[in-house]
């Protein structure tokens, strides 16, 4: 069972109190039903590890052979010199409902698209607070979690994930295009450091402020 946040699955339909667009009864009907139909099928899954920050330059960093140029990435693990590397899934169960209902009720796919995003995200903050609490035994502490495709990094990124996490333990594979199947999960790192830092991650964490999908603050 994920304890989903509707106002969350609310965000991600597009509705919004503050632009006065908020659900129909009918459709609040429909978001519980699809809530308990997803909860049926979902299996979430982590894998994460904990590696060594080189840094190469200013923007440049290596971590477990992956090489990555970002100025973001860099600004989100400046101070850092180790890293969470972490992947996370509730499974190919979501995908199918939703494919299902893509034939037969367009309104329910959307929900169950909307869901599946927000159940993943609970997952990723559950395991985000298992490692805060971990590192916060040695006196350490979490920067936000980030993700590749955020800030101008490559989705090709992934595949650096795959070998070091060997995310198809957990049942995750990639397209050619470097999109995850499932599509419900998530990767990122984690930055370690032992300096205090504002525990935000997702939307807080992202610089893209133009984005559709942006949480209200």
């Known amino acids: 069972m994920i304890n989903v946040r509707k106002h969350e699955i609310y965000r991600y339909l597009g509705y919004s109190k503050r632009k006065?667009?908020?659900?129909?009864?009918?459709?609040d009907a429909l978001i519980d039903e699809c809530i308990e139909d997803l909860q049926k099928v979902v299996s979430p899954q982590t894998v994460y590890k904990r590696l060594p920050l080189h840094w190469l330059d200013h923007e440049t960093i290596e971590i477990g052979g992956m090489q990555v140029a970002s100025k973001s990435l860099a600004l989100n693990l400046a101070g850092c010199q180790e890293v969470f590397l972490f992947g996370?899934?509730?499974?190919?169960?979501?995908?199918?409902?939703?494919?299902?209902?893509?034939?037969?009720?367009?309104?329910?796919?959307?929900?169950y698209q909307a869901t599946g995003a927000e159940m993943?995200?609970?997952?990723?903050d559950e395991l985000n607070e298992k490692l805060r609490q971990d590192v916060a035994q040695e006196g350490l502490f979490l920067k936000p979690r980030f993700s590749p495709?955020?800030?101008?990094?490559?989705?090709?990124l992934q595949r650096d994930f795959e070998r070091i996490l060997k995310m198809s333990s957990i049942g995750i594979t990639l397209t050619d295009t470097c999109l995850m199947v499932p599509s419900k999960s998530v990767t990122a790192f984690i930055g370690i450091t032992d300096k205090?830092?504002?525990?935000?991650?997702?939307c807080a964490a992202c610089d893209l402020q133009d984005c559709p999908s942006r949480k209200e603050s």
């Open 20 to 27: 006065q667009v908020e659900p129909t009864e009918e459709i």
């Open 88 to 111: 996370a899934t509730i499974g190919i169960g979501v995908d199918r409902l939703i494919k299902r209902a893509e034939l037969t009720k367009m309104a329910k796919a959307a929900i």
């Open 120 to 124: 993943v995200e609970c997952v990723c």
């Open 149 to 156: 495709g955020y800030g101008g990094t490559p989705l090709t």
């Open 196 to 202: 205090k830092t504002k525990n935000v991650s997702g």
